[in-house]
């Protein structure tokens, strides 16, 4: 089983759906992240959650909405999304640690791909 | 204002030869650098890092080295292999604050 597993690979909805995206970690880490890739772009940050807890928001809109109910899942609800949201969402997860410590590499899910109609 | 730049979005290299790929950074507070390499349709698997007390990390064919007076970074895979060719990404962080910063990507292609 891969460390980090990413539900769907593939989503298309419309403006209007509401739609979920899962991510789960079975390396025992800590951190949980969300990041976006568009074409062309740098791999863009949205949220952090370590040991549950978010600790970082980079100024993501509001329809995207990060769950993390447990240092294992991480979720990305989604909600009248706008056609430039399609992009591959990554998911990773990393030691984690207090501030000042090394939070070690991330390890990267495949990947959903999300088109927005 | 992109903090982590890989200013090339291409490179081929014969096989055999020596590839290096180039990342700059621009925030002094950064001192832990990630190399990632990525296939399409999969997600970008680790590489290699190097911790900013260091000026060099060797792993098998993968060398890093950083130059924090150039506040630079590069790669090194030697010899390369056709199995490379895939895009690869820096990033960079500071300690504990969890934001990694990547790079937009080298696509590097190892010709047979």
């Known amino acids: 089983e891969t460390g980090v597993t990413q539900t769907p690979r593939h989503l298309v909805m419309g403006m209007t759906n509401k739609k979920s995206l899962k991510c789960e970690q079975h390396?025992?880490?800590?951190?949980m992240y969300w990041y976006k890739q568009s074409a062309k772009k740098p791999l863009e940050l949205m949220f952090v959650?370590?040991?549950?807890?978010?600790?970082e928001n980079n100024s993501v809109p509001s329809r995207f909405s990060p769950e993390c109910p447990n240092s294992s899942h991480l979720f990305l609800h989604l909600h009248t999304l706008q056609p430039e949201d399609s992009a591959l969402y990554l998911c990773?997860?990393?030691?984690?640690?207090?501030?000042?410590?090394?939070?070690?590499?991330?390890?990267f899910g495949e990947g959903s791909r999300l088109t927005v109609l | 204002d992109q903090q982590v730049k890989q200013n090339s979005p291409s490179l081929s290299v014969q096989e055999g030869r020596i590839s290096i790929l180039n990342c700059d950074y621009t925030?002094?507070?950064?001192?832990?650098f990630l190399w990632y390499k990525k296939y399409p349709a999969e997600g970008p698997t680790f590489l290699i890092s190097?911790?900013?007390?260091?000026d060099k990390n060797e792993d098998g064919r993968f060398t890093v080295f950083l130059n924090k007076s150039a506040k630079h970074l590069s790669l090194h895979i030697v010899p390369s292999q056709p199995g490379d060719s895939a895009v690869y990404f820096c990033?960079?962080?500071?300690?504990?604050?969890?934001?990694?910063?990547f790079g937009t990507g080298t696509r590097l292609k190892v010709l047979a």
């Open positions: 990773a997860s990393s030691q984690g640690a207090g501030l000042g410590m090394d939070t070690g590499e991330l390890f």
């Open positions: 390396l025992g880490h800590n951190a």
């Open positions: 959650y370590n040991f549950k807890e978010q600790t």
């Open positions: 925030n002094s507070m950064f001192d832990y």
């Open positions: 190097i911790s900013s007390i260091k």
């Open positions: 990033a960079a962080s500071a300690r504990g604050t969890y934001k990694y910063i």
